[in-house]
T-cell receptor, first 112, second 115 residues
């Protein structure tokens, strides 16, 4: 099993550009989520999904969109990138009935 | 907003010493989890302790939970240089209006173990 796979690993964007961070998991997990990690801030939840077709907002959803058309994939879209979105982004998944979250390796995003 | 807060923010010790990290939180929880993050990598689950448990062991890890004080500690015994990483506590709770637990992470403790 590959676990949780994120792409790209690194990305530099100009202010105003849009892009999509990809996330896929092969563990048949119903629950998927996106976090951002900023220095001194820990991890903050952006959006999450409890199954295909079901998404909800986390703590810091503004400026981001998500969709869940399949169980495996949970892309995160930045609509119009801003320097404040410079961060490390982590995708994570778990079974709804489980407790342990499995993280991807992270995507480093810089917005200039 | 963060639910868990780790203390200290940074800890530096010699190999062989024990490392203790603490976590405090504010509201009722289902369970509390500890994660480890190596530099430039994702978080990896270490151990989970349920709200009705007081202590749990896993290898060189010992976790305690005091729900009356809303605090937890993670003890790593006989530390090794390879234990150098950031350690995060995460509290699992069900928010009002929701049926699914969510994890809230603290800011982490940076542990450095010197050879």
């Amino acid at each position: 099993n590959a676990g949780v796979t994120q792409t790209p690993k690194f990305q530099v964007l100009k202010t105003g550009q849009s892009m999509t961070l990809q996330c896929a998991q092969d563990m048949n997990h119903e629950y998927m989520s996106w976090y951002r990690q900023d220095p001194g801030m820990g991890l903050r939840l952006i959006h999450y999904s409890v199954g295909a077709g079901i998404t909800d907002q986390g703590e810091v959803p503004n400026g981001y969109n998500v969709s869940r058309s399949t169980t495996e994939d949970f892309p995160l879209r930045l609509l119009s990138a801003a320097p404040s979105q410079t961060s490390v982004y982590f995708c994570a998944s778990r079974l709804v009935s489980g407790n342990t979250i499995y993280f991807g390796e992270g995507s480093w995003l810089t917005v200039v | 907003s963060q639910q868990g807060e780790e203390d200290p923010q940074a800890l530096s010790i010699q190999e062989g010493e024990n490392a203790t990290m603490n976590c405090s939180y504010k509201t009722s929880i289902n369970n509390l989890q500890w994660y480890r993050q190596n530099s430039g990598r994702g978080l990896v689950h270490l151990i989970l302790i349920r709200s009705n448990e007081r202590e749990k062991h896993s290898g060189r890890l010992r976790v305690t939970l005091d729900t009356s004080k809303k605090s937890s500690s993670l003890l790593i015994t006989a530390s090794r240089a390879a234990d150098t990483a950031s350690y995060f506590c995460a509290t699992d709770r069900v928010d009002r209006g929701s049926t699914l637990g969510r994890l809230y992470f603290g800011r982490g403790t940076q542990l450095t173990v010197w050879p």
